[in-house]
């Protein structure tokens, strides 16, 4: 009786096995040699000068791979290289959706480097070197020494007042130069009035003050002089 039972439960178990190898293959199937979890649509959100296709290319998905077998640290990594792109993520709607998010630099000014311009965004980070942008403001004073793409540059984030500067002009089309001269910084604008901040504490007060004096000036019709502030003083326009 005893060793009819211990057949019994051995059978049992031997066929629980096959069962759990039987249910192993078909789910193996299901999942990697169907198309049911092909990629069939990639989105990709966030992008503003860089093609949604390079991004695309640089993660190293296509359509028809399965998203099961996709690494998301080492997609996120590789889209990483494009010096433009500061942040990415990645998210896998099951079982064929694939969404890119990207957070893109945002150029602030350029530095003139032998023949070339190098772009720099406002975390001060070395973007790329090319030819003179005209929407961008010359930064001039600080020597740029040895930077790498896609890297800040020492000499610019070591600088506190420029590195709070660029977030504050980037986009703005108001500057064509920003010169740097120890504690003084001189922002030349297009109209041809500057703005002169010297050894100010608080660079984003003095030059939003600065530049609503300078709003106002234009519209008077005032197209050079200097609106000057120093030492945290009360703005002074000299003609």
Same mark, same amino acid.
């Given at each position: ?27 193996? !199937? ?16 966030? *992008? ?18 399965? *998203?099961?077998?996709?690494?998301? #640290?080492?997609? !996120?990594?590789? @889209? ?15 079982? #064929?959706?694939?969404?890119?998010? @990207? ?29 003179? /942008?005209?929407?961008? %403001?010359?930064?001039?004073? !600080? ?7 896609? #890297?800040?540059?020492?000499? =610019? ?9 660029? %977030? ?16 003084? @910084?001189? =922002? ?8 002169? =901040? ?7 007060? #003095? ?7 300078? /709003? ?18 009360? %703005?002074?326009? *000299? %003609?």
């Amino acid at each position: 009786m005893m060793e009819e039972r211990q057949y019994k439960k051995k059978k049992r178990f031997s066929v629980f096995i096959v069962f759990l190898f039987i249910f192993a293959i078909i789910l193996y !199937i299901i999942l990697f040699k169907t198309s049911l979890f092909d990629v069939k649509n990639i989105y990709v959100y966030g *992008t503003r000068s860089v093609d949604k296709s390079d991004v695309i290319r640089l993660s190293g998905i296509e359509i028809g791979s399965n *998203t099961l077998k996709i690494n998301k #640290s080492a997609v !996120i990594k590789s @889209i990483m290289k494009d010096p433009y792109i500061k942040d990415a993520s990645i998210n896998i709607i099951y079982p #064929s959706k694939v969404e890119i998010k @990207i957070d893109e630099r945002v150029l602030a000014a350029q530095i003139s480097y032998k023949d070339k311009f190098l772009y720099v965004d406002t975390d001060c980070v070395a973007v790329q070197l090319g030819d003179y /942008n005209n929407k961008l %403001p010359i930064l001039k004073g !600080i020597e740029v020494g040895k930077f790498e793409i896609g #890297s800040k540059i020492n000499n =610019l984030s070591n600088n506190k007042d420029i590195a709070k500067l660029l %977030p504050l002009i980037y986009n703005k089309n108001i500057y064509n130069s920003i010169i740097v001269d120890g504690s003084k @910084i001189t =922002l030349k604008t297009n109209s041809g009035i500057n703005v002169v =901040l010297e050894n100010v504490d608080d660079i984003s007060y #003095s030059l939003n003050f600065s530049e609503k004096i300078l /709003n106002d000036l234009e519209k008077k019709g005032y197209s050079s002089g200097n609106v000057l502030i120093v030492s945290n003083g009360n %703005p002074i326009y *000299t %003609p």
